[in-house]
C-alpha cells in the first residue's frame, strides 16, 4: 500500500463547475496536510494547508480533512481553464522530520 | 525575490559524468530538502537537512548520490556516474521548524542523461 494515494485521473470538468479531488493515507498518526499545484515543467506551489478534522476554505479552494477516516480532499469551486493542473497531495508524517510525503497527483482539465 | 533558488535550471550531461546541482533556501529557514520527480509521480524524497546536520536520506538513494550543506546555509546535491535513469527534476524545498511546517519548492533543476 502507498503512503499516500490519489487517483492519477485525468479528472475532467467543465468551466464553472466544482472539482473535487481526493486523497488517503496510510499513516495514522499524521498531522499536517498540503495540497500542491503543479503546472506542466513547473515546480509544485503550495495552495493549502489543513491541520484540523473538518473544512478549511481560501477562496475558491475549499480542504477538508477526516482523520478518523485517513482522507483529504480538495473541492475546487467555480472552476476555471487556468485551473488545468496535476494537483498533489502532501502528508507530513508522524515522525518530526518535517518530510513531506507525495502522493502521485490527479490531474485536473478544465474545459471552456 | 526571496524564495527558494535552484540552479543550474537545466543540465544535459553524458551518461557517467557528475553533476552537481545548488540551493539557495528561503533565509532563515533551517530545514532543507532535497526531492526528485520524474514525469506522472509525484515528488520522492531523497534527504534532509536541518541546518548543516543531514539527518534522513532515503533507502533509496543510491551510493551515487550526495548531498551537503555546509554552515547550515546553500545546499548542493552531487550524482556521480551519472545514469539515463537519474534523468528527472530535481527539487530543493526549505521550512522553518515549528512554522507549520510548510515547504516551499524552489523551480527544479531539470537533468537530461544521455
Known amino acids: 500500500q502507498k503512503e499516500v494515494e490519489q487517483n492519477s485521473g485525468p479528472l475532467s470538468v467543465p468551466e464553472g463547475a466544482i472539482a473535487s479531488l481526493n486523497c488517503t493515507y496510510s499513516?495514522?498518526?499524521?498531522?499536517?496536510f498540503f495540497w500542491y499545484r503543479q503546472y506542466s515543467g513547473k515546480s509544485p506551489e503550495l495552495i493549502m494547508s489543513i491541520y484540523s478534522n473538518g473544512d478549511k476554505e481560501d477562496g475558491r479552494f475549499t480542504a477538508q480533512l477526516n482523520k478518523a477516516s485517513q482522507y483529504v480532499s480538495l473541492l475546487i469551486r467555480d472552476s476555471q481553464p487556468s485551473d488545468s493542473a496535476t494537483y498533489l497531495c502532501?502528508?507530513?508524517?508522524?515522525?518530526?522530520?518535517?518530510?513531506?510525503?507525495f502522493g502521485q497527483g490527479t490531474t485536473l482539465q478544465v474545459k471552456p | 525575490d526571496t524564495g527558494v533558488s535552484q540552479n543550474p535550471r537545466h543540465k544535459i550531461t553524458k551518461r557517467g559524468q557528475n553533476v552537481t546541482f545548488r540551493c539557495d533556501p528561503i533565509s532563515e529557514h533551517n530545514r532543507l530538502y532535497w526531492y526528485r520527480q520524474t514525469l506522472g509521480q509525484g515528488p520522492e524524497f531523497l534527504t534532509y537537512?536541518?541546518?548543516?546536520?543531514?539527518?534522513?536520506k532515503s533507502r533509496l538513494l543510491s551510493d551515487r548520490f550526495s548531498a551537503e550543506r555546509p554552515k547550515g546555509s546553500f545546499s548542493t546535491l552531487e550524482i556521480q556516474r551519472t545514469e539515463q535513469g537519474d534523468s528527472a527534476m530535481y527539487l530543493c524545498a526549505s521550512s522553518r521548524f515549528n512554522s507549520g511546517n510548510t515547504i516551499y519548492f524552489g523551480e527544479g533543476s531539470w537533468l537530461t542523461v544521455v
Open positions: 499513516d495514522r498518526g499524521s498531522q499536517s
Open positions: 537537512f536541518q541546518n548543516e546536520a543531514q539527518l534522513e
Open positions: 502532501a502528508v507530513l508524517g508522524s515522525s518530526n522530520t518535517g518530510k513531506l510525503i
